[in-house]
């Protein structure tokens, strides 16, 4: 059998949406399951991508190559460790979205259903996708459907969440497509040869000079999106105006697209500009991890408390990308999973609370636990995880990310160690406020329990969170071989330098001869 | 090839103008209705004609019309664009009781003078299209003449579009002073040769590059798009929004190729034209940025396009012009047809409030203009992405990275404002009923070719990238 997986995968939610836009309109519950159904098609492939990859090569699997618009803009998919995890965390996230949508979206069903089945397709394009064009296509694609979800189901001051969410993702990624084509200018006069191809581009000696200028707008895209911390001002707005379902699907997924970012491309590609830009980076992510830490602990909305303790874990899991070492890298990408779920699960939590009380108030709720006990304890499960607690998730990211960071900079670990102690004061304070203590408010003791749907919604996440926490290896060492080829790439000694600004690259021969080769190996592994 | 085959085109045109003129006069009322087939019967003759004379290069008057295969995918452009002009205007000439057969004979001989321009060799008989184009276009903008702001469109048009002429008059008189010919080679040669008349010479192409800015509204010669855009019949609105910019952009790129290129670096031609470029794409869309019009929102925004298409010629990559001349086609013409639709017999919606809550009340029109609106932002995988990234790739390959910088910042500016109208569609409440005319089948026709043209242009534009190139490699 060799059915192209990855494409399917990326296009099946997208014939869903495609589907969906000519069935009537007058059956939300009809259109639901079928939102649903593809969905769960397109998590099911990605569960036989996750059994069938390859932990032993480095190289790219299950590749999908096709032309496409010619001059090197090709279709060109690939799975590795990098992005295995990623796209399993996308497909796995989207049917738990769109079956907690269910009761908090009651107008406009077929719109909202159409717009986060295209955004699923334009997630995981950009995380399969190895080709530099296509990647941006999905990149920018993506916003489209976001800035409807926030823009149409988002809270009161959804209109302009909206607008610096784009506006902000779209400057980053505006001077990132100018980089796309410089590499591509310089990758044609190096070598004669059209390319937007990843593969093709880390080939390329290029001079410290540009590759800061390059780096720099790559970097801005990426940034933007993690967000690191200066650059982190659209997060909370977005997050807090969005819908359930937005907020989590920015919070567990649009996030990690930035760091991804990095790993995949800003950091490979320009290796001599991260080795010298890396103290700067490394301190904004100390800076987001410490700025989000104690925004967090003032927060009087419980969604934008979950939302800037988001800027602090992700800050964590750029400082362990920065770190450059093994365990760092495997540490941020087991840490954006563990991330991706227990924030997802808080959002959601939050979105059941708020259909229940329709205020986000800490000092509105109080006692919840009385009335809510089941409830209760999946909420204290995924904040525990959020918070690091050994036997969950978080704990096995966190200390992986500390151990990368504590190689690097003792200074820096002791720093982020020092503020994680924050999460746990800043979730766990929230959790007395809002569950525990007397009843403050009468009304909170007619909230029915958690329903079926809702537990149904979350307890795939929980049971994913103690399997992950408990026996990480299996994912972690479908890590290995990706992350220590990234590695490679990231650390290797200064090439062929060439300090012209543009023309006159050369491309070492040797490797020249040796790309077809890696491509002829990546063939076998699909079949 | 010599053949009297060369005046096909432009006389087909012009010989429907006149078949429409004199059926009106000789039956009246009872033919008004179908006035607008015979003249897309003419159109589709026409473009029948096209389609067999590829690769025939057709010329006469010693080579001064020469449809070669550029004139030729640039005059379908054209053809496309009066199809769906008339398409658009079926139900508005009725609603809003403008003499048809008058804006059809005008809509056709604009037409033909912007066909005599693209397919052209020489700058004067350039110049007699460019005054068969714009004569018709002022008395096009006028029609409505009960309405003041039309009237005023029309005498703005007018007078601007004059001193345009006159000053390409002045340029095309110093041009033949110094070279001895109106040919475009010989215009090159003068311009290249180190002759005492040299200086004549560059002053005179300055001169004509000025009088085509007016034309394509680059900056600062844009003052009268807004006014115009807005008081014009709105189905005039689009023809004017895409067809001078085909004829004007196609003959400048006859002029660069000519050249040899956009000529060295450090040439004065080269400095204004980039200078132009750059003040278009900034000025148009910061004032975009303020409009609350839709129509003016949209001139702007087609003055910001008319810069990115001058990068392009900058950059040397005319496959690249006439791809985006293309996107622009279905883009801009797209984007005024749901202008049109905007209107009933006693009002047009046009003010962006009006659009509050639209998007929702007529899901297909919302998702079509939404779509166009995107295009034009530069989102992928539409077309304007496609055309905007062909043309920014192509300045990063000539060195010009300062401008391809400027035109992404200005693209991201720009989706601003374009989102700024979706806004309104999708996330306001509607402040005043707006009821639309619905039974409009031409029109959902040509918003339906639109989105398709958007789509495919950007998702799969093979055979149509191959056809422009293939066309532009004869230069």
């Known amino acids: ?527 | 090839m010599n053949s009297g085959l060369a005046l096909i085109p432009p006389a087909v045109i012009v010989a429907a103008a006149l078949v429409v003129l004199l059926l009106e006069a000789c039956f009246g009322k009872a033919i008004r209705d179908s006035l607008g087939y015979i003249g897309l019967g003419f159109l589709a003759a026409c473009g029948f004609f096209c389609v067999r004379s590829w690769n025939k290069s057709y010329s006469y008057f010693g080579g001064r019309l020469d449809l070669n295969n550029l004139a030729l995918v640039l005059i379908g452009l054209l053809l496309l664009a009066a199809v769906m002009v008339i398409l658009i205007s079926f139900k508005y000439i009725e609603t809003r009781s403008l003499p048809a057969a008058e804006f059809l004979a005008l809509l056709l001989l604009a037409l033909a003078g912007a066909m005599i321009m693209v397919s052209s060799n020489s700058l004067l008989i350039i110049f007699l299209g460019l005054e068969i184009l714009s004569v018709s276009s002022y008395a096009l903008a006028g029609l409505h003449f009960q309405d003041q702001k039309s009237a005023e469109a029309a005498a703005k048009y007018f007078l601007l579009g004059s001193l345009a002429s006159a000053l390409l008059v002045f340029g095309l008189a110093l041009l033949y002073g110094a070279g001895r010919s109106l040919d475009i080679p010989a215009v090159a040669a003068a311009l290249h040769g180190a002759s005492s008349l040299h200086l004549a010479a560059v002053a005179g192409l300055g001169l004509v590059v000025v009088a085509f800015g007016f034309k394509v509204a680059l900056v600062p010669f844009h003052m009268w798009t807004p006014d115009v855009y807005e008081g014009a019949p709105t189905p005039a609105t689009a023809f004017f929004s895409v067809v001078p910019k085909v004829a004007v952009f196609a003959v400048l790129i006859r002029i660069l190729a000519a050249l040899g290129g956009p000529g060295d670096r450090g040439g004065p031609f080269f400095w204004v034209l980039a200078a132009l470029a750059v003040l278009t794409m900034l000025i148009g869309t910061l004032a975009a940025l303020r409009q609350t019009n839709i129509k003016r929102l949209l001139a702007y925004s087609s003055i910001a396009h008319a810069g990115y298409i001058a990068v392009g010629l900058l950059a040397g990559d005319y496959a690249g012009v006439v791809f985006y001349l293309a996107v622009y086609l279905f883009m801009g013409l797209g984007a005024f047809a749901a202008v049109t639709a905007l209107s009933r017999e006693d009002a047009e919606f046009l003010e962006l409030d009006d659009l509050a809550g639209l998007g929702f009340k007529y899901p297909w029109l919302g998702v079509s203009f939404s779509a166009l609106l995107l295009s034009m932002a530069g989102f992928p995988p539409l077309a304007g992405f496609l055309g905007k990234f062909y043309i920014f790739s192509a300045a990063v390959r000539q060195d010009l990275v300062p401008l391809a910088i400027i035109g992404v910042l200005t693209s991201f500016i720009s989706v601003f404002f374009y989102l700024r109208v979706i806004v309104f569609m999708y996330m306001r409440a509607p402040s005043r009923e707006v009821d639309i005319l619905q039974e409009n089948p031409g029109l959902f026709l040509v918003l339906f070719i639109c989105l398709l043209g958007v789509l495919q242009l950007g998702l799969n534009p093979g055979n149509i990238l191959a056809l422009i190139r293939m066309a532009v490699i004869g230069l």
């Open chain 1, 1 to 527: 059998m060799n059915a192209p997986l990855l494409s399917l995968i990326v296009f099946l939610p997208l014939a869903g949406a495609f589907l969906i836009m000519f069935l009537p309109k007058g059956r939300p519950a009809a259109l639901r399951i079928v939102a649903l159904a593809f969905s769960l098609c397109a998590f099911g492939l990605s569960i036989i991508l996750y059994f069938r990859f390859e932990p032993g090569t480095a190289a790219f699997q299950f590749v999908e190559r096709a032309r496409w618009l010619g001059f090197g803009i090709d279709y060109h998919l690939g799975l590795d460790g990098i992005n295995l995890g990623l796209v399993l965390l996308t497909t796995f996230l989207f049917p738990i979205v769109l079956l907690s949508s269910g009761t908090a979206i009651q107008d406009r069903v077929k719109e909202f259903l159409i717009f986060l089945l295209v955004l699923e397709t334009g997630i995981i394009g950009v995380f399969l996708s190895l080709n530099l064009f296509l990647f941006y296509i999905f990149w920018e694609a993506m916003l489209i459907p976001m800035y409807f979800l926030i823009g149409i189901w988002g809270g009161k001051r959804r209109v302009y969440a909206t607008l610096k969410f784009v506006m902000f993702t779209m400057f980053g990624s505006v001077l990132m497509l100018v980089a796309i084509i410089v590499l591509f200018t310089a990758y044609h006069r190096a070598t004669g040869l059209y390319s937007f191809d990843l593969v093709d581009y880390l080939q390329l000696g290029l001079s410290p000079g540009l590759q800061m200028w390059l780096f720099a707008a790559f970097g801005l895209a990426f940034a933007v999106k993690v967000p690191l911390f200066p650059l982190h001002t659209w997060l909370p707005d977005a997050h807090v105006e969005a819908p359930t379902a937005g907020s989590v699907i920015l919070a567990a997924v649009l996030l990690k697209m930035g760091a991804y970012g990095f790993l995949r491309f800003g950091i490979p590609l320009f290796p001599d500009a991260v080795a010298r830009l890396w103290p700067y980076l490394a301190g904004l992510s100390l800076a987001g991890i410490i700025y989000g830490g104690f925004m967090a602990l003032v927060q009087k909305d419980i969604k934008s408390l979950v939302a800037y303790s988001s800027v602090s874990h992700m800050g964590l899991v750029m400082l362990a990308v920065f770190s450059l070492t093994f365990e760092g890298t495997e540490g941020a990408l087991f840490q954006m999973l563990s991330h991706g779920l227990s924030t997802g699960a808080l959002f959601l939590i939050v979105g059941m609370l708020y259909e229940r009380s329709h205020t986000r108030l800490i000092r509105d709720y109080g006692g919840l636990s009385r009335p809510m006990p089941v409830f209760s304890a999946f909420f204290l499960v995924c904040l525990l995880s959020s918070a690091g607690l050994p036997g969950l998730n978080g704990f096995v990211g966190e200390i992986l990310c500390l151990f990368g960071v504590f190689r690097t900079g003792k200074i820096l670990a002791i720093l982020a160690a020092g503020t994680i102690i924050l999460a746990a004061a800043y979730l766990l304070n929230m959790f007395r406020r809002v569950m525990q203590g007397p009843v403050t408010n009468e009304r909170v003791l007619r909230f029915r329990d958690i329903t079926l749907r809702e537990a149904a919604c979350l307890a795939p996440i929980v049971i994913l969170m103690f399997w992950m926490g408990l026996y990480p290896q299996p994912l972690l060492r479908k890590m290995d071989a990706s992350v220590s080829r990234y590695l490679q790439n990231a650390n290797r000694n200064p090439r062929i330098l060439v300090n012209k600004p543009l023309p006159a690259i050369k491309v070492p021969t040797p490797l020249r001869a040796v790309q077809p080769a890696v491509e002829e190996k990546d063939k076998p592994t699909h079949e």
